[in-house]
C-alpha cells in the first residue's frame, strides 16, 4: 500500500471494532480489491477458525442434542481429523475428541493461507513471508472410518 492508502489510517479504529473476517473484508472494499468468497476456502476455513476460538474462549459445557446441533461443533466434525489416541470414544467430541494436533496444525495452516489470500489481494508481499520457516506444519491425519450415520 502506498501513500494513496493513507484514508485509511483514520479508519483504522472502526475497522478495527468490527467482527474478525469482516475487517478483512472492510479494507478489501475500501481499496477496491477483489473480495473474498465466503463460500470457499480459505475463507470458509477461516471463519471455521474465528468460531472454533470462540467456543473455546467462550465455552459452555454442553452434551448429547445440544452440542449435536451446534454449526460450529458440526462444521468440526466434518473435518473428520483423527481424534487423540488417549482420549475414550465415548468422551463429548468438543473439546476432548476435537482438540488434537491435526486440529491445530489445520488451524495455523489455515490462518496462514487467509492471510496470504489477503495479502495477494492487496498485490503485496505477504507479512507471514519472513516467518515462512517457523509457520510450517505437518499435514492434519483424518480418519480413515467413517461415521455411522
Known amino acids: ?13 472502526m ?33 471455521l477458525v474465528v468460531k472454533l476460538r470462540n467456543e473455546l474462549i467462550h465455552y459452555k459445557s454442553r452434551w448429547g442434542e445440544e452440542l449435536d446441533q451446534d454449526k460450529t461443533i458440526s462444521g468440526l466434525k466434518l473435518l473428520n481429523f483423527n481424534k487423540p489416541s488417549f482420549i475414550h470414544p465415548s468422551n463429548n467430541f468438543f473439546p476432548l475428541q476435537c482438540l488434537s494436533a491435526s486440529l491445530a496444525s489445520w488451524a495455523v495452516a489455515t490462518g496462514v493461507s487467509f492471510i496470504d489470500e489477503f495479502y495477494r489481494k492487496l498485490s503485496i508481499p505477504s507479512s507471514l513471508n519472513a516467518h515462512a520457516p517457523y509457520l510450517t506444519v505437518p499435514k492434519p491425519r483424518r480418519s480413515v472410518w467413517k461415521r455411522k450415520t
Do not use: C
Open 1 to 13: 500500500m502506498g501513500r494513496n492508502d493513507q484514508f485509511l489510517l483514520p479508519l483504522a479504529e
Open 15 to 47: 475497522i478495527d471494532g468490527q467482527p474478525t473476517l469482516s475487517r478483512y473484508d472492510i479494507v478489501l472494499q475500501l481499496l477496491r480489491k477483489p473480495a473474498f468468497d465466503k463460500g470457499a476456502p480459505p475463507y470458509q476455513d477461516a471463519s
